[in-house]
């Protein structure tokens, strides 16, 4: 099973500034990953897939990047609407599929 | 537009099971693959297995092997996930979703989540 580490747990960042999130998997997973948000009480909400293509809808301020084990989640110019817990999932070897533990962004 | 609606709330003794289910709107019921997935508190995500909405062929995560079952109906497009010998680890929110074109690994649509609780 691919295990998918994220990092930091916490992020803290004021609005208006940059957020940079890192997920590594434990092998490679060429560029099957996606990146959700997640607020409480609501279902998680995909951002980008295939690494680095943004899901319909999704503000351009929202970046992906890294393929193999390495992978970043920018997001530019931080909103108040976008703090919220950030996870990570491998879709490329499967079963299970895989998620990361989540990055949690705080209003610093 | 695509929704997923799930069934509500759940209380369950530890050794019963439960069903939750989830319907689907706004595609062609059969067309995607259906997937299950839940979050105990303070855990990551953990996938639990998938559903060929057209095939109605399973997959299961190995961990929830012999435990699980994930059927579907087509007449009243909806998936059903069933958990048996539940214990308190199994308290957790169970969602449901859908994956995005070319039987793609991601998630787009989600059900908004079923509370499980286990407890005596």
């Known amino acids: 099973e691919i295990v998918m580490t994220q990092s930091p747990a916490t992020l803290s960042v004021s609005p208006g500034e940059r957020a940079t999130f890192s997920c590594r998997a434990s092998q490679s997973v060429s560029s099957n990953l996606a990146w959700y948000q997640h607020k409480p009480g609501q279902a998680p909400r995909l951002l980008i897939y295939g690494a680095s293509t943004r899901a319909t809808g999704v503000s351009a301020r929202f970046s992906g990047s890294g393929s193999g084990t390495e992978f970043t989640l920018t997001i530019s110019s931080l909103q108040s609407e976008d703090f919220a817990v950030y996870f990570c999932?491998?879709?490329?070897?499967?079963?299970?599929?895989?998620f990361g533990q989540g990055t949690k962004l705080e209003i610093k | 537009q695509v929704q997923l609606v799930q069934s509500g709330a759940e209380v369950k003794k530890p050794g019963a099971s439960v069903k939750v289910s989830c319907r689907a709107s706004g595609y062609t019921f059969t067309t995607y693959a259906l997937h299950w997935v839940r979050q105990a508190p303070g855990q990551r995500l953990e996938w639990m297995g998938w559903i060929n909405a057209g095939t109605g062929v399973t997959k299961y995560s190995q961990k929830f092997q012999g435990r699980v079952a994930i059927t579907r109906d087509t007449s009243a497009n909806t998936t059903y996930m069933e958990l048996s010998s539940l214990t308190s680890e199994d308290a957790a929110i169970y969602y449901c979703?859908?994956?995005?074109?070319?039987?793609?690994?991601?998630?787009?649509?989600w059900g908004q989540g079923t509370l499980v609780t286990v407890s005596s």
């Open positions: 979703a859908r994956v995005g074109p070319y039987s793609s690994g991601w998630y787009p649509y």
């Open positions: 999932q491998q879709y490329d070897k499967w079963p299970p599929y895989s």
